[in-house]
């Protein structure tokens, strides 16, 4: 099961860290996954973290390169996204995401993770 925090709103330019905490697993194990959703659109690949047998690998997308960092803690079974500069372009309902197997390539593909949180909303005002 997979719980995201730290949604809000902020002016552009802000800054806000997100949360997201699993259970019931080996979490180290796990390929981790944030994607984000905007009113009317499809739900898209932000940035994503390996797990052990990844090396704890990490992978953006163009759009938040460079702004936004993704970690990890695995003895708190938690993963962050730290967004700076936000956009209103931003705006959207972020999720995490969880992957047992899925393979490197595959990492920004929302069928490659089988376990997903509720989200959380991010609003960025211009």
């Known amino acids: 099961q997979l719980q995201a925090f730290g949604g809000g709103f902020v002016q552009a330019g802000g800054s806000l860290r997100l949360s997201c905490t699993a259970s019931g697993r080996t979490f180290r194990n796990y390929l981790m996954g944030w994607f984000r959703q905007a009113p009317g659109k499809e739900r898209e690949f932000v940035a994503a973290?390996?797990?052990?047998?990844?090396?704890?690998?990490?992978s953006y997308a163009d759009s938040v390169k460079g702004r936004f960092t993704i970690s990890r803690d695995n003895a708190k079974d938690t993963i962050y996204l730290q967004m700076n500069s936000l956009k209103p372009e931003d705006t959207a309902v972020y999720y995490c995401?969880?992957?047992?197997?899925?393979?490197?390539?595959?990492?920004?593909?929302?069928?490659?993770?089988?376990?997903w949180g509720q989200g959380t909303q991010v609003t960025v005002s211009s």
């Open positions: 995401a969880a992957s047992r197997g899925a393979i490197w390539s595959s990492v920004g593909l929302t069928h490659a993770y089988e376990n």
């Open positions: 973290i390996g797990g052990s047998r990844h090396g704890g690998s990490t």
